[in-house]
């Protein structure tokens, strides 16, 4: 396994959030957070990546603990977080946004250069020499994306990547998902749109304060009615 998430409580000093939440990412797969505003979903990514240390639990990342670890230390050993606000640098080109990224693969790793970024968003390419602060929000979900790539991460966290996009432009971004899923990326995204995740998805996890409410494959949620009719089009 990957990444074992066993029964993590997190809060922020004294609201408590997360109440034994436990998820399981293996090699390859693409596993979503489903579930509505403020159920914790964010709150889990950023635990995961140490931005917000949970109390207790376990998280093991290829058998090892990094609960307590600072996030730069989580990010060194492979996982990529996007974060929902898309932090890019809006003075700065889109080909220094992912200049400034690139990390150097281990030694038998492909690594990711900006041809291969280029050649999964070839929309950046045309806007290489724009601004971050003039693209649109899809352009900069892509970016945000392209850049946590330059760090070569074995495991990206993608924290609500459809929020606040066009209906066309959450569909380009679906394919490019399922593009980088076909290469073998490993995946934990976070998501209220169903119809966006469910047909890039190995496995659903949806939450309910703080809690895994349902936990499955997409064909055994399809198959739960009470949970489907809940959850299918939030
Ligand atoms: P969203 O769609 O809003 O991102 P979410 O499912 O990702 O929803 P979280 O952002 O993890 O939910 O928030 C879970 C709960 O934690 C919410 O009740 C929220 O108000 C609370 N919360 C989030 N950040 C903080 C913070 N910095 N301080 C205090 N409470 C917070």
Redesign the pocket.
Known sequence: MLLEVEDIHTA??L?R?LFGISIKVDQGQVVTLL??????????LRSIMGLTPPQSGSIKWMGSEIRGLPPYRISQMGIGFVP?DRKIFSDLTVWENLDVAIKSAGPDEPGWTMDRVFELFPALEMLRNRRGGYLSGGEQQMLTIARTLMGNPKLLLLD?PSEGLAPVIIQQLADQISKLKQEGMTMLL?E?NSEFSLGLSDGIYI?EKGEVRFEGSVEEFMKDEETCRAYLYI
Do not use: D, F, P, W
């Open positions: 922020y000093g609201i959030v579930g509505r505003n403020g159920v914790g979903k964010t709150t889990t929902e609500e976070s209220q939450l």
